[in-house]
């Protein structure tokens, strides 16, 4: 098992930073796929970004791809999500998500443990 917990959301004006952090306990990271996801209101949950245990490999979705960088530190069993010019369509709870399987992948399915979540709001 893995827990997750999310912290570093907010409220930002549009074109600001936001720095997301997911420690994670219950077991060591460092062999699992790490991704972060969002949510709308009244929207499905949605891909931003995913990164491989070694940090090698990383994929992101679109309408991030430039702005958005995914990191982690395995020794602090922590994955960071740096979000940067962000815009209000970007406004979203944000969700860290573990995979203990090597592969990256985009898929809420592809993930087996979940975090409650934290709100970035970016107003215009």
């Known amino acids: 098992q893995v827990q997750l917990v999310e912290s570093g959301g907010g409220l930002v004006q549009a074109g600001g930073s936001l720095r997301l952090s997911c420690a994670a306990s219950?077991?060591?990271?460092?062999?699992?796929?790490m991704g972060w996801f969002r949510q709308a209101p009244g929207k499905e949950r949605e891909f931003v970004a995913a990164?491989?245990?070694?940090?090698?490999?990383?994929s992101y979705s679109d309408s991030v791809k430039g702005r958005f960088t995914i990191s982690r530190d395995n020794a602090k069993n922590t994955v960071y999500l740096e979000m940067h010019s962000l815009k209000p369509d970007d406004t979203a709870v944000y969700y860290c998500?573990?995979?203990?399987?090597?592969?990256?992948?985009?898929?809420?399915?592809?993930?087996?443990?979940w975090g409650q979540g934290t709100q970035v709001t970016v107003s215009s």
């Open positions: 998500a573990a995979r203990p399987l090597p592969v990256v992948v985009t898929t809420t399915q592809g993930y087996a443990f």
């Open positions: 219950g077991r060591a990271i460092k062999s699992t796929t």
């Open positions: 990164i491989s245990w070694s940090s090698v490999s990383t």
